[in-house]
């Protein structure tokens, strides 16, 4: 049952371990907080960008577009609640991001074993990158998976905070966003995206939408990953059951032929000569 409420200054949507609080932060909220470090708290004012020096009807037409992204990030979340499989997961994940910030391409690369590994990937027409392990900057990537902090820029190439990454130069990228993916406070990877044709291509709301996606989706992964994990766990307990259901049917037909052989040479052993009469 959903029934619609007015929001009040102070009202608070729960999604996961994230508080979102209409308007404001209430100052109780923020002294219960301050050890709990798995609860992020935001206000409303986190997603919407300044509207200073923008026009009235500018200003409704903005306001609009954010609603109906933030409204499309808590019905994607309570879909993504529901994904098991981690490969779908990545591909919802990856296609919300493109959907919100209009990117080129996107990537979605996790920290495997300290090797950064392109889980999945997604051109403008949804379809994968071809050789998607090059063409993304894998020395942005770490900084941001070092850091923990995201990056965004208009211009790659000329952007101090990464002008000097030769990967950057060589791909002849212009904007670029990456945002990092925590799980229990560890980075694992980073959620990607660029445009090499065009500059300042992504917002700095729009960030803040991916950054509150990306909060969500390291709980999704995990919980996928661990119900992988015990998948495997009950595919390998199921092959070990039918692997001892075999040897003990082999063990059983042997144990048979050994008594069947037993039997035959005690019948010979105690099996009387006849008699002959002449």
């Known amino acids: ?6 929001l009040h200054d102070g009202d608070c949507i729960e999604i996961g371990k994230t508080r979102l609080f209409f308007g404001r ?4 909220e923020l002294t219960r907080t301050e050890t709990a470090t798995d609860t992020l708290l935001l206000s409303t004012e986190f ?14 037409e903005l306001l609009q577009r954010e609603r109906e992204i933030f409204l499309r990030l808590l019905r994607i979340t309570k ?9 779908e997961l990545l591909d919802t994940i990856l296609d919300t991001v493109l959907e919100i910030t209009g990117a080129e391409r996107g990537f979605i690369i996790l920290n495997d074993g300290g090797e950064l590994k392109t889980k999945t990937s997604r051109n403008i027409d949804k379809e994968a990158v ?3 392990e090059l063409k993304v900057s894998h020395s942005l990537s770490r900084q941001v998976l070092a850091t923990g902090r995201s990056i965004l820029t208009g211009d790659a190439r000329a952007d101090s905070q990464t002008k000097d990454y030769k990967s950057v130069v060589d791909l002849k990228l212009e904007s670029v966003m990456c945002v990092p993916l925590q799980i229990r ?7 990607y995206v660029d445009n090499r044709f065009e500059a300042e291509a992504f917002q700095r709301s729009q960030l803040r939408f991916v950054e509150f996606l990306a909060d969500q989706a390291g709980i999704f992964i995990e919980n996928a990953r661990l119900f992988e ?3 495997l766990k009950q595919e390998d307990l199921r092959k070990a059951k039918e692997e001892a259901e075999y040897l003990n049917r082999q063990f059983q037909e042997l144990l048979l032929a050994r008594d069947l052989q037993l039997k035959e040479v005690t019948d010979l052993v105690t099996r009387r000569p006849e008699r002959s009469f002449k």
């Open 79 to 87: 879909r993504l609640c529901q994904m098991r499989q981690l490969p």
């Open 25 to 28: 932060v209430p100052t109780l």
């Open 185 to 191: 406070g560890q980075n694992v990877g980073v959620i």
């Open 229 to 231: 994990e015990a998948h």
């Open 47 to 60: 997603f919407m960008e300044p509207l200073t020096e923008v026009s009235e009807s500018s200003q409704v």
């Open 1 to 6: 049952l959903i029934r619609k409420q007015e």
């Open 130 to 132: 071809k050789k998607a």
